[in-house]
């Protein structure tokens, strides 16, 4: 099995890949394995972009490629993710995408090993409870170093799942 591709400490950055249609994300139930949701990037390698590249220009790639998040890259090393609500809190004064990336450190990340122990049912009560809209999936390759192994969209699961988003909507 080929080591995860993107590694907090070391990596690579493929070009961006086609995002799938909404038709095509398989549905989802509570009870289902989290996995599931994820976007899981040794299969589906992720729409990455440089820290230094021009903020106005990410945001236009973004809007072509209909995507929500990209993972920021310096040095062949994840440094942060820009989604599409960073940008649309952008000013005027940021002119990069690291001015207006989150930073890995403030990134709301799960574990591999988490992940794969928990159902959808489990992602949607800290969707609800944190009100964050992404989970990163961290990999664990020894103590220094972790990789970026897929990540988890709250919008994308609220598409797939069947049944309704909130567990309290859903009397649960």
Do not use: C
Not at 129 to 147: C, E, F, I, M, P
């Amino acid at each position: 099995m080929n080591p995860p591709p993107y590694l907090l400490a070391q990596g690579s950055n493929p070009a961006p890949m086609p995002l799938r249609s909404h038709a095509s994300l398989p549905r989802l139930r509570l009870a289902d394995p989290a996995d599931r949701a994820m976007i899981d990037f040794l299969r589906d390698p992720p729409l990455t972009v440089a820290e230094d590249y021009s903020l106005q220009a990410a945001i236009d790639r973004m809007f072509q490629l209909g995507a929500r998040a990209f993972l920021v890259v310096r040095d062949l090393s994840v440094v942060g993710v820009m989604t599409s609500s960073d940008a649309a809190r952008s000013t005027p004064r940021h002119s990069r995408v690291a001015d207006a990336m989150t930073p890995t450190d403030d990134v709301p990340a799960i574990g591999w090993d988490t992940l794969a122990d928990s159902t959808v049912r489990d992602l949607v009560e800290i969707f609800d409870g944190t009100g964050v809209n992404y989970l990163v999936v961290l990999q664990n390759h020894g103590a220094s170093l972790s990789s970026v192994r897929g990540l988890i969209q709250r919008k994308r699961l609220q598409r797939q799942l069947s049944s309704p988003w909130s567990l309290r909507a859903a009397g649960i």
